[in-house]
């Protein structure tokens, strides 16, 4: 089955959040050592679970769907990922021993997947449109 343009999307930024978060995990280990790498991982890892998060939301609403609920499923959806974030990162700084900064630099980098996806699904977006 193949997955339609705006799926496709979210697979492809996923799979770049991961990619970086793993990316980022390897240069900590090689910079800092294994709490770096393991902090790196923590960040990448919030990062990628809120965006997954996200994307369940938004497409649990069924196509055809008024446009008022699949709205309410985006806002309600980007709220709990923000809500989400703020829980998962403070959990990670208060009880996890982790680095903050190889943390927060691989959340940030991961972050940054929702740019690096843009050249490889140019396509896939303007075919939903």
Request: glycine content about 8%.
């Amino acid at each position: 089955m193949r997955a339609t343009g705006a799926k496709r999307v979210t697979r492809t930024i996923l799979l770049i959040q991961l990619l970086v978060t793993l990316l980022g995990a390897i240069a900590s280990l090689g910079v800092s050592g294994v709490q770096a790498a393991y902090s790196a991982l923590i960040g990448g890892g919030v990062s990628t679970l809120v965006t997954l998060y996200f994307a369940s939301q938004v497409f649990s609403v069924r196509v055809g769907s008024p446009a008022a609920k699949i709205a309410r499923a985006f806002y309600l959806g980007e709220l709990v990922k923000l809500l989400l974030t703020g829980v998962l990162l403070s959990v990670a700084l208060l009880w996890l021993e982790v680095s903050p900064l190889p943390l927060l630099l691989a959340y940030m980098a991961a972050l940054m997947a929702y740019w690096l996806a843009l050249p490889f699904t140019f396509d896939a977006s303007v075919r939903t449109l």
